[in-house]
């Protein structure tokens, strides 16, 4: 009945069809060009992590670009992560009784708005730090559950691998250490092995592939720049999230008064605590926020909430309390199908891929984009490897540098794209400084594009 009910609330919006988004082009960009044979990094300038980048690649071979693939995996993706942390928590006793509420939250409040149903690395790292969780709550003895403590470790790898900020839960696996394992300095230098071999693996291919320099650059140093730029207008993001942070403020407050439970619990409480302060600070490392960053959160929701709908609230109130939730997300869910997005305003426009771009002139072609308008991807190929445009600024931000000129001049000599879009202004000086690349470019009728003709 569970997967019956999120599946009943998730699949309509997405087989209706979800307007397409620029994140989820991005990543099929960057899965479409790693299939044709170009490496991350190297051949592809963005800060997609890479476990997160094979994610896509692999969607890619299987079914190209596919709005409803990705959505469909991102569906399949938020099920397992809701399963997976109700069985752990079942399976070690956390409550007083074993139950799937905390599974019917994860669900429902993760079907709050489209933004749940894209394939984000997010998404991807969230799974295997859920996947770590067994392993950090584990109770160890010396020599007996060292294996277990490195899978914990390995799994946040894995989940840093996917999104580099998710490396904060080493936060939580240290703390889950200093609570539950016998040898805190010695178990916690094991999951931090455990850590660092999925990395240290890609660091050696990276070397031997000479990408070692990019990998650094654009994917250890790129993504830590705690600031705040919300996507959506801070009010709306406000109203999409007040349902969520209702509950769980209210599920705090119920823990409050708790009778006296077994020490494990006790301690798994403080974990979960730490949890959930290590989602926000994860938050505040994002280049942007929206609703679909609070995936991060739903672990912590999950958990309390079984406190406030076991609590000894009356039960027409926590039904009360439980259907006015499930109202709140199928309202803001399908508020444009029903016709109440004049009333219930959030505004997501800026999540949307810009209609227009060149694709009215320009269809199935290699294109370089000199600019942040991915819409001009849309039915065509990516050549060079300026995807991201705050990245190319290495190369197009220091034209009057001779490495820079001659780094470019490799780059279109391997492959030039058929069309050109100027959204920077930049083609005078291009011409001017790479005549035997960029003269061959001719303007077009459409404006700020240009068309290759010899």
């Given at each position: 009945m569970l997967v019956l009910l999120f599946l009943a609330i998730r699949l309509p919006l997405i087989f209706l069809g979800i307007p397409a988004t620029s994140s989820e082009l991005l990543h099929m960009l960057v899965g479409?060009?790693?299939?044709?044979?170009?490496?991350?990094?190297?051949d592809i300038y963005d800060t997609t992590a890479p476990l997160s980048a094979f994610v896509y690649w692999t969607i890619d071979v299987v079914a190209g670009r596919s709005y409803l693939s990705y959505r469909l995996v991102a569906t399949f993706l938020l099920l397992f992560q809701a399963i997976m942390f109700n069985v752990a928590l079942n399976r070690h006793q956390v409550y007083a009784g074993k139950g799937y509420i905390p599974a019917l939250l994860y669900l429902l409040v993760g079907s709050l708005t489209f933004e749940f149903d894209m394939l984000t690395p997010l998404l991807i790292g969230n799974t295997f730090v859920i996947l770590a969780l067994p392993y950090i709550i584990t109770i160890s003895r010396e020599g007996f559950e060292n294996n277990r403590l490195f899978v914990g470790g390995f799994m946040v790898g894995?989940?840093?691998?996917?999104?580099?900020?998710?490396?904060?839960?080493?936060?939580?696996?240290?703390?889950?250490?200093?609570?539950?394992?016998?040898?805190?300095?010695?178990?916690?230098?094991?999951?931090?092995?455990?850590?660092?071999?999925?990395?240290?693996?890609?660091?050696?291919?990276?070397?031997?592939?000479?990408?070692a320099s990019h990998f650094v650059e654009m994917h250890l140093l790129q993504p830590w720049q705690f600031g705040i730029n919300t996507l959506l207008p801070p009010s709306h993001l406000a109203l999409a999230l007040s349902l969520p942070a209702a509950i769980l403020l209210l599920s705090l407050i119920s823990t409050t008064s708790l009778p006296q439970r077994l020490v494990f619990q006790g301690k798994f409480q403080q974990?979960?605590?730490?949890?959930?302060?290590?989602?926000?600070?994860?938050?505040?490392?994002?280049?942007?926020?929206?609703?679909?960053?609070?995936?991060?959160?739903?672990?912590?929701?999950?958990?309390f909430s079984e406190f406030l709908f076991t609590s000894r609230m009356k039960k027409w109130i926590l039904n009360l309390m439980f259907f006015i939730l499930l109202g709140g997300v199928l309202l803001i869910r399908y508020r444009q199908d029903l016709g109440l997005a004049s009333i219930i305003k959030i505004d997501d426009s800026e999540l949307l891929l810009p209609k227009g771009g060149a694709s009215g002139?320009?269809?199935?072609?290699?294109?370089?984009?000199?600019?942040?308008?991915?819409?001009?991807?849309?039915?065509?190929?990516?050549?060079?490897?300026?995807?991201?445009?705050?990245?190319s600024q290495r190369h197009f931000g220091h034209l009057d540098e001779y490495q820079a000129v001659y780094d470019l001049y490799q780059n279109f000599r391997q492959e030039s794209p058929e069309y050109i879009v100027d959204l920077a202004g930049l083609m005078p000086q291009l011409k001017h400084k790479l005549p035997s690349v960029f003269d061959g470019y001719a303007p077009t009728q459409t404006a700020a594009v240009y068309k290759k003709v010899r």
């Open positions: 479409e060009r790693m299939a044709d044979g170009y490496a991350m990094y190297r894995l989940a840093a691998l996917s999104y580099l900020p998710l490396a904060l839960f080493l936060l939580v696996a240290a703390f889950g250490v200093v609570l539950f394992a016998s040898n805190t300095f010695r178990s916690f230098l094991l999951m931090l092995c455990g850590f660092a071999f999925p990395y240290a693996v890609l660091f050696t291919y990276y070397l031997y592939t000479n990408t974990l979960m605590t730490v949890w959930l302060l290590v989602s926000g600070l994860a938050l505040i490392t994002r280049q942007e926020l929206s609703v679909g960053s609070f995936v991060v959160v739903l672990p912590p929701i999950a958990y002139a320009v269809k199935g072609s290699p294109v370089l984009v000199l600019g942040e308008d991915l819409s001009y991807y849309e039915h065509n190929q990516l050549a060079t490897p300026y995807l991201n445009w705050r990245l």
